[in-house]
């Protein structure tokens, strides 16, 4: 029992430093966010323009460009975080993010459509596309029953294939539509935040904030669920039930965080491995994969706003870190005969 002790205080205690780590770094990346930019501005005058006190550039600067886009940064990268992690942690597969089985494209779709067809901005798009994200995850839902039967494998399969669909449709409109119109849709779906308005930011942190707490509140289900789904019914969970809240949670975070700043590729792929990886097993990694999510975020868009000639969108950079993660995993996974 003293050794069983030992080893739950060892993992409480590696999850709480990871945490802070995340959190410490978090905060370094926000001010780095606020600080630089194509001009520098010291930490006293972003401070004290926070406390509201105006001072002539660096207010208009902080406050309409800098601080909805580190808001934006920060609370979407924690969506798309915590909701990967639910997917790959439900559907027992690192392959099982938002992204790759076509929650994101079926967001995209509907918001392309929105603006580039019916001409609508605005809150209408987040709720229309975060409706369609729930709706596309439903699909593919169904389409993987076959004959009563339901498989992991058989709903990744059949995501991958929708968000093909799906990414051909959207092609399609961008190809239909006006010429002056593209170049900010094509931004926004390389995931940008170069968009996110003061107007965008409190929806998004009411949602994020109480759909993360949602999620929190199913930590202990999160803690059973990979050891099987027999185990947790032995445990007395409804899987059926539990299943069905946590995946509409994340699809309306993953969906209205993609309505915000488009979809940001690999973030919601590779934050939950990473995160699991950091805080180890025994317990929930959906705290950090959030942190890790926001990390990411932020990080990649200091690396996009400043290492390159020309000022690329963030989804440009964590796309490029997910792809040969993507392509390790595959190899990993075939190597374990893991199908």
Excluded at 63 to 87: E, K, Q
């Amino acid at each position: 029992m003293t050794d069983l002790n030992y080893g739950f205080k060892k993992r409480a205690l590696r999850w709480k430093v990871v945490v802070l780590a995340l959190f410490i770094m978090s905060l370094i990346l926000i001010a780095c966010e606020l600080c630089f930019g194509s001009v520098y501005y010291p930490v006293k005058d972003i401070i004290r323009v926070l406390l509201g006190e105006n001072i002539d550039g660096v207010s208009y600067a902080v406050n309409n460009v800098r601080l909805p886009r580190m808001i934006g940064a920060v609370f979407s990268g924690f969506a798309f975080g915590i909701a990967g992690y639910v997917f790959q942690n439900l559907l027992h597969n690192p392959l099982a993010s938002p992204d790759v089985i076509g929650i994101s494209a079926g967001t995209s779709t509907a918001a392309v459509f929105l603006i580039l067809v019916l001409n609508i901005r605005g809150g209408v798009v987040s709720l229309v596309a975060m409706v369609f994200g729930i709706v596309t995850a439903m699909a593919i839902y169904r389409l993987s029953i076959i004959k009563g039967h339901f498989t992991y494998g058989r709903m990744i399969l059949v995501g991958i294939a929708v968000s093909a669909l799906l990414r051909a449709i959207t092609s399609y409109l961008l190809a239909k539509a006006a010429e002056y119109d593209v170049g900010s849709t094509m931004q926004w779906l390389s995931g940008s935040l170069n968009g996110v308005q003061m107007e965008d930011v409190p929806a998004l942190i009411v949602v994020v904030v109480v759909l993360t707490f949602v999620l929190i509140s199913f930590t202990r289900h999160m803690e059973i669920i990979p050891l099987g789904d027999d185990f947790a019914i032995t445990l007395g969970i409804n899987t059926r039930i539990t299943y069905s809240i946590m995946i509409v949670v994340a699809v309306i975070l993953i969906s209205f965080a993609t309505s915000v700043t488009g979809p940001i590729a690999s973030v919601a792929f590779l934050s939950g491995p990473i995160a699991s990886s950091l805080a180890g097993r025994g317990k929930s990694s959906l705290v950090p994969a959030g942190l890790v999510g926001t990390v990411l975020t932020l990080g990649a868009d200091l690396v996009a706003f400043h290492a390159f000639p020309v000022h690329y969108p963030v989804g440009v950079v964590t796309g490029l870190l997910g792809a040969p993660y993507m392509l390790y995993l595959l190899i990993r996974m075939n190597r374990r005969g893991v199908n």
